[in-house]
């Protein structure tokens, strides 16, 4: 800090100094805000008891739900995803509850730890970090818990450290072949508005999703979309509760309101991002997630880079993890270093690699408010930050997206 | 709802319809947000792992440690001032612990039904709802604990539903006395940034307050400052707990960060606002609080209608509660159908009378972003609702304020 | 300036100092501009040669001609209301040419000066500053004229500079009964979107309008409304003129651009400006703005003191100028240093006595983005600046405002 | 228009349609807004004569100088860059004066037509659109005028429709070898922010500028600065003229304020816009348009395109022309098409050429507010546009960019 303690802090001046031209915010959430969502933040707050809020409120419930795939209620939080995992356990659990959940990476551990906090006891599946849920697992598991101790499955549907999806339909599958009678509770964070989703469909109980990616807000808003099994369970669960109880707020909401005090503003760039997902189509709005990540795909092999996802079936449309290359001492090039060259210098972040994955991987972001142009951009920030980084790899990244892109 | 379903929300085009002309957001909070807070919150969000957050993140909360005034830490949280309540509780306290609140309103009613869901055992000292906090009923209680089952002493600083605040350092003093070991627990959601808040000086061991009342922000920020010795408690609490844990803030805010995804644009918008409160100064802040709650009482009493606080030592700075008059058949003019009048003709937002108060009693709320001549506005929106209302009144009361305004 | 000239300007901290809350901008123009337009001009330019730009400027040249009462072409100049008189001009007449102008104030004698600089032979017929056109005077001057050597009759429709309106229509009466072929030109930049306004109805050749009054805007658009006569005039007009050119102007906007380069962002404030005075109702837009001039006078009038306009039927609806009252010795109580205490003390801006009305006139704007609250906020402002600086008046002047607002 | 005629336009909803992501900007000015300029832009507006319009207008006044190179006053207006090259002519110059222009293109050829319009008499050095001034013209033309008829020599120095800069300083010494004292007047609408440009050192009279371009605001100020020269010549000049008039701009801003009403919230930006600039340094804001440039030319070269500008001395750091392919009949493939495919597949709005380059000439735009990562997308829509409309090109221009980028 070179400014002394008594001056203003002068937030707008903070903001964009790394260099000249807009900031390419290439982390995998938050994602780059839209005009039109920031915008409809900065309207004046209002009454949140009044008459113009509830018709705010009651539109906003309503045009959310197809996001999730669901025609039962959606939870809305002011609180981050991890308050909505927060949410989602203490709403259906009771203490010391097994819960299974698998290693897919950084956050699927993160919640695993949540839940130890919670006083659960979690399972963990152990994972290598580069591939997803694997549903023969979860069936293994459930068919040797006769005494059903086991009161909730839960996996990452989008594994924001590495780039990994899981297939969540496979793991319904699996819970219904063991016929087993958990809930299962779906951490879409990252994926949510930018892939596909069903809740209904699939039978999943507990849907958790942030505001910060897909949905192109600011970060401040956790969601729990909830089938009505895990509504029957929160009427027997034991978990000290009271902030994040879900049955105030959907009595609450029917009209359109909340019981304690909503983050106004940014439901102002809720409906205004459901505007445009709409406008765009949802549909619209997966495909082109899925184009982009085939064309960084494209890109980081051209480079003779790896993704960290080793299952192909498996590739995220939402981010794209990259490992380093190794010098010959076995040890990778530094992939810090690589981004705080890029940050530096391009006015790029990216993102880093989290836990066990430090040091040696970087992430790309490639959703929310993007496009053609955006995504070249970027990946030409990172086709030059390995040239200046002095990092090996072969030029023609950015070419190969473009050759993909002009034909698809 | 008069648009169907699929057509767009247009969040901006739903605001501002009741009528032509500024909005006077008159409620106890949220308050009026200054373009200043709206513009710099409109500002794209950053990596909050990235350079820049860092600094914003310092500055913050290094900024925000007057305004509690405090030199311990002051933790800020994506979440609404309940959540900030469940954070006091969970961090320090465990399952059956025994607390002592006080009934001062619907909010400290509300804060002890948090606590019972969150499987304490509260004990409610009951209340009138027009009094404030009565240090000796602490102390005769405290005296009567040899055993020390109580942990904390729960009260609420400035009760936004009656406009009646309490003496903190009083019931520091009562507890003393008592020589009783019990944790302080205060909140001030509706009291932060607009009364002298002294977090160290008067023993405060948690203090919770929220953003959207006198640091002028949206709704969505919660606060907890900390002692020592609650931090000290919250190293041996057994509520479970995670998404509302000090240590692991503490430790990630040394550097800026939080360890969860924090609310980057709120941030912003509190950077600012903490820039405005230093700029004015926060004397002078608390000063021009007292002088138009004093104003406004003027007015009331010039109405001829009655304060709901009863003790004048405990008139709130922030807010006025009115008591509407009796017909001649003993029943009181209806709050509700005053209030509506007042929105529908003069696009202005009053403070309905809650739980027990509803129908007979409204507020007006004085705090924030605020000056002589909203306040004027403001009691003149009431003074012409009250004669459109038919609700018998004296001319005068904008007189009697302007009077007073204009010779302090 | 404290700042040394290397510091940063920063925009925003310059702005809102003079006080805390919502600045009072009671001068007659700009008016308070509104969230909903600020956030509009807020947008990034676009290219104003493509199809985006098209649909909008056709929407807005299309929904700004019932405000002007005209289904001709309405021009938009980036430019102020000074620019629009000039375009009027070089657009329609030639060195040398006769105008016939009526000195009501202080923006006539501008105009006026104005002409003289195009080289026009402006007559200017004298006025005492308080009353607007006499309808009277126009005839018998041009009855005196059977050369037609005058070329036009300029008026000005609201005189910001005294709260004196004039009567076009009776004005335009009086032309035909000469049978007078020159064209009426009209000045009402501080009317058009405050007082009903009938371009076509009443026979206006040229009508000027400014962007930051009743259209709520900032200032930076200047606009012409004109009739079939004025084109054809401007086929033969030899006053040089390029920048200001109707008729390229006119061919641009049959597909929605223009010629020269516009001033997008402005425009998107004036779509969003136009979309709010449709949906309030033109009609209703009129007649707040009566309401509103009617509570003023009552206040001016109670506190005893005089209004400038003397002719009641010529009352602006817009701003009212008030008359400082004089001391023993016949002088009056300087009306600047009021106005200055009032700005210091309370945050509102009020308008100067220009030109000789300078020191003992000042002047209160009510027009615009504007409401009952803000109106009593004003006056107030007024009342308790009057009492500050130990001008002679009576209290009672909001108290009056209140009661009349309360009862219409 | 697919909207009926009564339905509000909510032009935040007109824009950002043709694609998901950000919009890129790049035509030649209007250039990409940067937020801070924006957000500046979206604060209430403010008395034009209080004291807080002073000091933004004395601090603006101040930090414009040196973008000009000048310690001379420099003249903002409300209006367009037409209007300043009008302000420039009906300050100095009288009917009839005859004037020597250079034909360098579109823009040079509108501002002789203006001079006509004006009732001048340019003569006008024909040119071939594809070459800057040459000085050794100016010299003869001088040198042939013994009896000093030509009162003024006008050039563009960066002409916007073709990509083509003058030498400014050649210009000056081709005239002081003539000894000729006509004034010297220079467009550098679309250069002034990025290009060095040194008004007193080079001996210019009047330089035109606008807001639009490397300013980085929206349309809507034109600017003059003006040598004591130049002033002089006011004194004497015939053109009729008002509401361009420097000298009662010069006195007003004496003191921070301007004499008729500013475009404030215009101001607002540029204040921002001038603290960035002065941020990044005027050196390096040039170094980096110079570099992109470079860029950009390498990719035309590698698509094996032909850019417009012959003179690789006269190539412009703000834009460039680009020649279409030519078909095997002799006939352009088609820019226009081109430019419209780029638009609705990528989202990005090209220049078109203007006049005689219409249809096989396109414009990029690299100036303004702009970085590596929004060249190299815009640099990637082109080479997909390219791809996409079937105009033969040889692949890796991007790459040729990003190869020249990572080592510069």
């Not at 002068?10 to 260099?19: I, K």
């Not at 959310?64 to 308050?83: A, D, E, R």
């Not at 990476?105 to 152990?126: C, V």
């Not at 879409?188 to 910060?212: K, L, P, R």
Request: charged residues 20%; hydrophobic residues 40%.
């Amino acid at each position: 800090m070179t400014k002394s303690d008594n001056s203003p802090i002068h937030a707008s001046t903070l903001l964009n100094r790394t260099g000249q031209g807009r900031h390419f915010l290439q982390i995998p959430g938050p994602s780059n805000t839209p005009d039109r969502v920031l915008r409809a933040i900065d309207f004046p707050t209002i009454d949140h008891r009044g008459p113009e809020f509830a018709n705010l409120g009651l539109r906003i419930l309503q045009a959310i739900k197809p996001v999730f795939g669901t025609t039962n209620p959606v939870i809305i939080y002011p609180g981050s995803g991890t308050g909505a995992w927060e949410a989602a356990m203490v709403n259906t659990l009771s203490p010391g509850d097994r819960v299974l959940m698998v290693e897919t990476g950084q956050f699927a551990t993160q919640w695993k730890n949540l839940a130890q906090k919670l006083q659960l006891q979690p399972e963990f599946i152990s994972g290598d970090w580069r591939t997803g849920v694997n549903p023969a697992d979860i069936h293994a598991r459930l068919a040797a818990d006769p005494e059903r101790e086991i009161k909730a499955v839960c996996v990452v549907h989008n594994e924001t450290s590495t780039g990994v999806t899981s297939d969540i339909a496979s793991v319904r599958a699996a819970m219904d072949a063991a016929k087993h009678p958990a809930l299962l509770m779906v951490d879409t964070i990252s994926g949510i508005g930018s892939i596909a989703y069903a809740h209904d469909q699939w039978g999943v109980d507990v849907t958790i999703a942030g505001s910060q990616k897909g949905l192109m807000l600011p970060p401040g808003l956790g969601f729990n979309a909830i089938s009505d099994k895990a509504i029957e369970a929160s009427k027997h669960a034991k978990l000290p509760n009271a902030y994040w109880r879900w049955d105030e707020i959907i009595a609450a909401n029917r009209n359109g309101y909340w019981p304690t005090t909503p983050a106004t503003n940014l439901l102002y760039g809720l409906a205004e991002a459901l505007d445009m997902l709409h406008e765009e189509g949802l549909h619209n709005v997966f495909e082109r997630h899925q184009r982009h990540a085939q064309a960084t795909r494209l890109a980081v092999q051209a480079w003779g880079l790896e993704i960290l996802c080793t299952n192909p079936d498996q590739y995220s449309p939402v981010l794209t993890a990259v490992v380093m290359p190794k010098r010959a001492d076995g040890t990778y090039y530094d992939a810090d270093a690589f981004r705080k060259l890029v940050l530096g210098r391009y006015n790029m972040s990216l993102g880093t690699g989290l836990n066990k994955l430090q040091g040696w991987v970087f992430r790309i972001g490639h959703l929310g408010h993007f496009n053609d142009l955006m995504l070249i951009g970027t990946l030409g920030g990172v086709e030059m930050g390995l040239a200046a980084a002095g990092v090996p790899h072969q030029r023609g990244g950015v070419q190969a997206a473009i050759d993909y892109l002009a034909k698809s």
